[in-house]
């Protein structure tokens, strides 16, 4: 086989970068074990590059050695255990025994250095759960008043709805043209109260308003009267309502009237306690 | 390299097969400087790089008896693993998103798509950057960024038989430029 030919073909170079396909590794393999001058030429193609590489060695980071001890720790063979080893280290010329205890050195404060890192990680760890748990907790707390104070929100905000139902049903009451209003001014000695009573022709329902009424005892409540061919029939208790309270269904009447009443309400009138007073006048 | 060696390779990888540490140590030791070099000329940057290495000196460590002396040298060896580490690392999504910016602005300027620029080329990448343009890109795109044969002829439009003789040519031009 022409040798020189083959070695001059780039091949070889192939093969020592990796750029070689499957076919040309095998063969250059085959023909290294037949032929010392294309072994010769592999070789010192290969040691070209190597030089090369080490005269422009670059200095890696300081800590990568220490990083790689770190991941490699578990996969190294004790050094001590194996005399045989230690034997063949000692064999080899140029390194003596104090090197081999160096070895054994760097191995026990290597595990010094694990050890130590797994405390200082312990601990940085305790205090970061710590920290982390107070956290929480805080925002635990805090979450539970925004929620509180959002449910308390939500009822007022409740509260205001209806009133605002209230007052709008009232107002469409008083916008009926149908709704007849009987003003019921204060009477002799209680001039400072004054009340409204709203009367729907059609459905003949006594809406009540008390514009301002005297403050009362607990124990009593104000009465409507519907005064009805001279006599007073229950128009309904008054309780505290906002806007229009609606009271009872009063087909006629011709006057209507406000007294104080115990509790609950009276069957017939208590006359000196009366309060506010007024007549219906008709419509044209 | 300014340390006197004590272990010959035979008996470097005899010892790194029976997982000794202290034969760890004397191959990183002595071999990482010129490992770390093969990897900046495919990886410039040197953080990215150092992660490379590292995962190189871990794969070294893990296949070390698939190691065959009478296939060729160590060096070669250990010199394939950091190419194929570094060209893995050139591919990984991540290191795309990080020089995709880089790699736009630089395509502009260099034909060769190379990430590196002039000032920053290292090793065997600055040899090979003075090869003429046909022989470089050829090297660039093979060796350093890791296309095969196949897919170098459709890049370039050029008949795979003539991506094959040139590459060759292309190498050996560089083994005489490496031999000095």
Known sequence: MDTKTYIESGIIESYVLGLADSTEVSELEMLCAQYPDIKQALDDFERQIENHAFSGEVTPPADLKHKLMLALADEFEPEAENNNAKNRLTAIPGFDTADTDTIKLQGNSFWKYMAAASVILLVASGVFNYVQYNKLQSATTKYEALLTERNSLQASNGIFETRLNDFQKSVAIMENPDVLKVDLPGIKGKENNHATVYWDNKTKDVYFLSAKMDKIPEDKQYQLWAIVDGKPVNAGLITDCDGLCKLENIPRAELFAVTLEPKGGSKSPTLSDMYVAGAVLKQS | ?180
């Open chain 2, 1 to 180: 390299m300014t340390e006197i060696q004590k272990y010959t390779e035979a008996e470097l990888v005899g010892l790194l097969k029976e997982r000794r540490q202290s034969a760890f140590s004397y191959l990183y030791d002595n071999y990482s400087g010129a490992l770390y070099n093969v990897v900046l000329a495919i990886v410039p940057d040197r953080d990215i790089a150092s992660d490379v290495l590292q995962e190189v000196f871990v794969k070294i460590w893990k296949q070390c008896e698939s190691y065959d002396s009478s296939k060729g040298r160590l060096f070669t060896w250990m010199m394939n693993i950091a190419r194929n580490a570094s060209i893995d690392m050139l591919r990984s999504k991540g290191y795309q998103n990080s020089q995709q910016n880089r790699e736009l602005k630089e395509t502009v300027y260099d034909s060769a798509g190379s990430t590196a620029t002039n000032t920053d080329r290292i090793g065997l990448r600055k040899v090979v950057h003075t090869l003429k343009d046909d022989y470089k890109i050829l090297i660039e795109l093979s060796y350093f960024e890791g296309f095969t044969q196949d897919e170098i002829s459709k890049m370039l439009n050029i008949p795979l038989g003539t991506v094959k003789t040139r590459l060759r040519n292309a190498l050996l031009q560089l083994r005489e430029l490496v031999k000095n």
